[in-house]
């Protein structure tokens, strides 16, 4: 990876994978926990509404999901570049 545009390539793609976990994120934890949890408070998840859950289990196992998906996601960009370790 020594050319210029393999690197520019490189970190738009990490970027680009930053952005949608962030993203994800944010409506997980932001949108269904705070901003839509009135329009949730209807649905029922384990003896609470799907608001609340979401604001205090249901956000932390998607950050946990993400946490896995970025590694595994930037595992296979580092080898598709060939800066793997």
């Known amino acids: 990876m020594a050319d210029k545009s393999s690197t520019n ?3 738009a793609a990490n970027i680009r994978i930053i952005t949608i ?18 329009m949730l408070a209807g649905i029922g998840v384990g003896g609470t509404d799907l608001g609340f859950w979401f604001a205090q289990q ?6 946990i999901v993400l946490i896995f998906a970025y590694a595994w996601r930037m595992n296979k960009l580092d080898a598709e570049y060939g800066v793997e370790e």
């Open 9 to 11: 390539a490189y970190w």
């Open 21 to 38: 976990s962030l993203v994800i994120w944010f409506v997980c934890s932001y949108g269904f926990g705070i901003l839509l949890r009135p």
């Open 58 to 63: 249901g956000s932390i196992i998607v950050f």
